[in-house]
């Protein structure tokens, strides 16, 4: 493979077309990923600890479903949705076409994150604002967030940065971006420099992602 490199072979407007496509497809999956995956960590993370027979059985199906999806290799999971992923973005291709999947196959994988964080808070500051007459909501929204907010951030990095291999996966389906680089151009047409450069750029993305990351932890975390 050195042997065929060859950076005559890279086209510059395309790589910035297809880094982009890669943002873009990162930006949407993440911020629906976030959108839905912490209410459900949310839920998890309350109907875990009642009391109710009823919401301990809502919490056991959300959780087998919740284990189920994040079970399924992404590849498989991307061929599995295209009936869904048409109906709702119209088209299984492209940068919409893999928002659908992505949000889906990283939302569980999230969730779970949250609800480990959540369950790591002290219980006696929990307990002493419900003694003062909080109310379940308040006492998540104002307390339970508040003091786990270094874990959501460190789990939402974690997350990103398994968006961004997915996006990658995704090129062997027509997912567009790096990854449709990488797969067509550096691995079907043996141009290694473009193979090369796409890992090059993903592995930048991935370090700045988790520097920013990092950097929010220590912000939000208490001395």
């Known amino acids: 493979m050195i042997n065929n490199l060859d950076f005559s072979q890279v086209n510059w407007e395309e790589f910035g077309k297809a880094t ?22 949310i839920i998890l993370f309350l109907t875990s600890r009642s009391s109710s027979v009823g919401l301990r059985l809502f919490y056991s199906i959300l959780s087998i479903v919740v284990n189920i999806l994040r079970s399924v290799p992404f590849i498989i999971l991307i061929i599995a949705l295209i009936p869904v992923t048409k109906e709702i973005v119209h088209t299984s ?16 994988f999230y969730a779970r994150l949250v609800e480990t964080s959540l369950r790591e808070v002290d219980r006696g500051v929990i307990e002493a604002a419900q003694a003062m007459g909080a109310s379940t909501w308040q006492v998540v929204y104002k307390v339970i967030l508040r003091e786990s907010r270094p874990g ?47 890992i090059v750029i993903i592995i930048l993305l991935v370090q700045l992602i988790q520097m920013i990351g990092d950097r929010l932890v220590i912000h939000f975390t208490r001395k």
């Not at 990488?182 to 796409?198: I, K, Q």
């Open 93 to 108: 291709i492209g940068v919409r076409g893999m928002i659908p999947p992505l949000v889906i196959g990283a939302a569980p």
């Open 20 to 41: 982009v496509e890669t943002l873009q497809m990162l930006a949407y999956s993440s911020l629906f990923t976030l959108i839905l995956g912490l209410p459900i960590g």
């Open 152 to 198: 959501l951030i460190a789990g939402f990095t974690v997350t990103v940065i398994a968006l961004i291999s997915y996006t990658a996966m995704s090129g062997l389906v027509g997912g567009g971006g790096l990854g449709f680089l990488a797969v067509n151009y550096g691995y079907y047409r043996y141009e290694t420099a473009v193979m090369l450069v796409s």
